[in-house]
């Protein structure tokens, strides 16, 4: 069979398990995992599928199968036969979890996963977020700039939530789904009352040791009534601080950003991030309910201010962001940035971010240029995100959310 008999077999497979997860108990969370174009990191296993003809492939054909399909399928959308690859059955997904390296390391998303590791460390990976006003809504796409056909990879979502003493800002793999109990809640994005300090949560610790310290004290749940089987879990990862500018004499905007999960040494010499390989488990193990019970939910009753929120345990200091100072044009009479072509629109969200390092933090001198997050407009609530390593398409978004927020003192 010719190489693209295989590639037409395997999207034929994948319709069939899409069939078959709607009847699944499961299906609600698969269909809403299947809109977001990304493929689902727990899913249907291989005893809910015949697995036919491809379950038996010799070890060495299937590893040259998928091989090929990694190589030849670089972008997307033809990279979702990477991921019908990975719904055929156990024994392909693993071979696939194991020939598609992070974005890291080759540039590229792939699965869910992918967007909680870090991007490259030389060419940033280029998204774009539209606003939506009237829903209060913002959606990370994957791409240069929008397209005509308006079919672009939706990457992250995110919904603006005001409250009394803050907004909130819930972000999701779909775009249609944003409650903490579904299997698409990845994280949120919280400010105080002024709007000046921001939180970032994710639904996971970044590494298995902040798990391990701080996992009973930053489990936290909704002030309303939830089931403790739901695994409504939040840690703290980073914060985003913005400088107070009341008098409006120190320029544009400053924000700091302190990586609580992302060590300093993440960018000198043979340095690394913290690099998570899966979503967790789900908690209903640690949450299954009493045998007296009787059928019955046991619900508790959590208060959001009950429990306490330390950050992310790191291995030494934490990483730290800055704006990138920009200069001023006295031709234009504004201050400009560079950003070489991705922005168009003079706006107050624009920003660069650079590593903050001291000379004793060893920081090579091309590191410490390196733009690693840069947001600007380039029309009517449209905006580009260009992020690379050490931060993920996660944490990159949430930062650029915070641009979003109301800042009266700020400006």
């Known amino acids: 069979m010719s190489f693209k008999g295989i590639v037409r077999e395997l999207m034929e497979i994948k319709d069939g398990l899409g069939s078959l997860s709607r009847r699944g108990l499961e299906g609600k969370h698969w269909r809403s995992r299947t809109r977001s174009h990304i493929a689902p990191d727990q899913g249907l296993t291989c005893e809910s599928v015949e697995q036919g003809q491809w379950a038996n492939?010799?070890?060495?054909?299937?590893?040259?199968?998928?091989?090929?399909?990694?190589?030849?399928?670089?972008?997307?959308?033809?990279?979702?036969?990477?991921?019908?690859?990975?719904?055929?059955?156990?024994?392909?997904?693993?071979?696939?979890?194991?020939?598609?390296?992070?974005?890291?390391?080759?540039?590229?998303?792939?699965?869910p996963i992918s967007l909680k590791q870090p991007g490259p460390r030389d060419l940033p990976i280029q998204c774009y977020i539209k606003r939506d006003r009237p829903t209060s809504t913002f959606?990370?796409?994957?791409?240069?700039?929008?397209?005509?056909?308006?079919?672009?990879?939706?990457?992250?979502?995110?919904?603006?939530?005001?409250?009394?003493?803050?907004?909130?800002?819930?972000?999701?793999?779909?775009?249609?789904?944003?409650?903490?109990?579904?299997?698409?809640?990845?994280?949120?994005?919280?400010?105080?009352?002024?709007?000046?300090?921001?939180?970032?949560?994710?639904?996971?610790?970044?590494?298995?040791?902040?798990?391990?310290?701080?996992?009973?004290?930053?489990?936290?749940?909704?002030?309303?009534?939830?089931?403790?089987?739901?695994?409504?879990?939040?840690?703290?990862?980073?914060?985003?601080?913005?400088?107070?500018?009341?008098?409006?004499?120190?320029?544009?905007?400053?924000?700091?950003?302190?990586?609580?999960?992302?060590?300093?040494?993440?960018?000198?010499?043979?340095?690394?991030?913290?690099t998570p390989k899966s979503f967790p488990q789900s908690f209903d193990e640690n949450f299954s309910p009493s045998p007296d019970s009787k059928g019955k939910d046991p619900v508790t009753n959590f208060s959001s201010t009950s429990l306490s929120e330390p950050p992310a345990a790191v291995l030494g200091e934490p990483l730290t962001l800055k704006n990138k100072a920009p200069r001023w044009h006295e031709q234009l009479q504004c201050w400009c940035l560079n950003f070489r072509g991705r922005v168009t629109v003079a706006s107050v969200k624009n920003f660069q971010l650079v590593a903050a390092v001291e000379p004793h933090h060893n920081v090579p001198a091309a590191e410490q240029d390196k733009v690693i997050l840069q947001f600007g407009k380039i029309g009517k609530d449209i905006f580009t995100m260009d992020y690379r390593y050490p931060l993920s398409a996660f944490q990159a978004f949430a930062i650029c959310l915070s641009s979003f927020d109301t800042k009266p003192a700020c400006e």
Not at 164 to 185: H, M, P
Request: charge should be positive; aromatic fraction near 8%; charged fraction near 25%.
């Open 57 to 111: 492939l010799p070890p060495e054909l299937l590893l040259d199968i998928i091989q090929r399909v990694e190589e030849s399928e670089t972008s997307w959308p033809a990279r979702t036969v990477v991921v019908f690859c990975a719904a055929v059955c156990r024994s392909w997904r693993d071979v696939t979890k194991e020939i598609v390296q992070t974005p890291e390391q080759c540039g590229r998303l792939t699965f």
């Open 139 to 274: 959606r990370l796409y994957f791409g240069l700039t929008p397209s005509e056909d308006e079919k672009d990879k939706l990457l992250l979502a995110a919904r603006k939530i005001r409250r009394a003493t803050g907004t909130d800002f819930v972000i999701s793999l779909v775009a249609d789904d944003f409650s903490r109990a579904s299997n698409a809640y990845v994280g949120k994005l919280r400010s105080n009352f002024l709007g000046t300090k921001f939180t970032i949560y994710d639904s996971q610790p970044p590494y298995d040791a902040a798990l391990k310290t701080n996992g009973r004290s930053t489990r936290r749940f909704h002030s309303k009534q939830v089931s403790p089987r739901v695994p409504a879990c939040n840690y703290s990862i980073a914060t985003v601080s913005y400088e107070l500018n009341v008098l409006r004499t120190r320029g544009p905007r400053r924000l700091h950003c302190v990586m609580h999960s992302i060590p300093v040494s993440a960018i000198q010499d043979r340095g690394s991030a913290p």
